[in-house]
């Protein structure tokens, strides 16, 4: 019945581009006002939790064969027993959108690299209501003619992948002359999703995250598979330079000459809630010890637990000059636990080589 929808592999390796490791950014410059934290009853068949985090992507294909892949980051509200609401931000790749850049440098005046940071640009804003149930492993959220299929990989860390977008009139994957594929996705259960006013600094991050990511590498476009690879957030190795701004550099001496591959990780920066993280690197490709480039920008949604942001998921929306631009969702965990595999896939064997954000 999901066939359709399910992860299709691709040929070959993954293929590790340095850059794609060095990037992480988030919401976009204009930023739609506060939604109301979901109130009522705690939903029993969810431990009590009232949000799910997630980052997702599928690619619809109309009538005429044209295909196009779509990023979502946003987060279900648990209204009641059978109400809920979904609000996320939406990345499309045909459209390539170039960053925004913020009005938050890479560093601090005096050290050279004044550069502003930069985000990814949402195409979209949205916000629904729906209906939810819940039956053993297999959430069900229905918004309108679509419904949202999510499978629990693991109740110790309350975590969910994405099974598929299906009709919820016909159980298709057809809706409204769009056929959905590619669906892959992952979310958290959380307590919070909205918050504008706690201020979080590197003492309420993890030394270091574990992580995986589904990617779209450099010179891709809409009929291009996902790739799927390990990846890693080293927050350790990031050194403050001002109040919300962790940065790390190294020098890529593989190239020739060497270059500066730097990564930045920009706190409390999103009105629409602080636990939006961003990151913004890659290679200082004209060499000028100044990270002018536009580069990788990703966003994450953070899950706080205990005072700590323990877990989050994640998209990567960077323009390309060739057109399309690189994707990626993912999430990053606590070191040290598992990496429960996507139900009803056979288990895939990690490639060689991992991404990593500062390592």
């Known amino acids: 019945m999901w066939g359709n929808c399910r992860y299709q592999r691709g040929r070959g390796p993954a293929i590790l581009i340095l850059g794609t490791l060095l990037a992480v950014g988030l919401a976009a410059a204009a930023v739609p006002p506060q939604q109301a934290p979901a ?31 779509l990023l979502l980051l946003g987060h279900y509200d648990f209204v009641d027993e059978r109400h809920v609401k979904v609000s996320y931000f939406r990345y499309d790749a045909k459209k390539n959108l170039r960053p925004g850049a913020t009005n938050r440098t890479h560093d601090v005046a005096g ?41 629990l990989a693991s109740r110790a860390d309350h975590f969910f992948v994405l099974d598929g977008y299906v009709s919820a ?42 992580g995986e990511t589904y990617f779209v590498p450099s010179q891709a476009n809409e009929r291009s598979a996902w790739l799927r690879q390990k990846t890693e957030l080293n927050v350790h190795l990031f050194e403050e330079v001002q109040p919300d701004v ?9 190239s020739k000459p060497p270059m500066e591959i730097r990564s930045t990780l920009l706190l409390n920066y999103a009105p629409y809630s602080h636990l939006l993280l961003y990151l913004n690197g890659g290679h200082d490709f004209n060499r000028n010890h100044v990270y002018d480039e536009t580069g990788h920008t990703k966003q994450m949604f953070g899950v706080l637990e205990g005072g700590r942001i323990t877990k989050m998921v994640f998209i990567e929306y960077s323009w390309e000059a060739d057109g399309y631009p690189v994707l990626a969702i993912g999430r990053f965990y606590p070191k040290g636990q598992g990496h429960p595999e996507r139900p009803g896939l056979p288990p895939q064997p990690w490639t060689a080589g991992s991404p990593r954000e500062g390592s």
């Open 246 to 254: 962790l940065t790390y550099r190294v020098q890529d001496r593989e």
């Open 111 to 151: 050290r050279g690299n004044t550069a502003f940071i930069h985000i990814p640009t949402y195409s979209q804003y949205e916000s629904f209501n729906g209906t939810w149930s819940k039956r053993g492993r297999k959430l069900r959220i229905r918004v309108g003619a679509v419904m949202h299929e999510w499978v």
């Open 39 to 69: 109130q009522g009853r705690r939903p029993d068949d969810l431990d009590g939790y009232r949000h799910l985090i997630f980052a997702n992507t599928y690619r619809t294909t109309d009538r005429q064969g044209n295909a196009n892949d």
């Open 169 to 210: 009139l016909d159980g298709s994957a057809e809706i409204e002359g769009q056929t959905f594929s590619n669906c892959l996705g992952y979310a958290y259960l959380a307590d919070q999703a909205i918050l504008k006013r706690r201020r979080f600094t590197r003492r309420n991050l993890l030394p270091d995250y574990a």
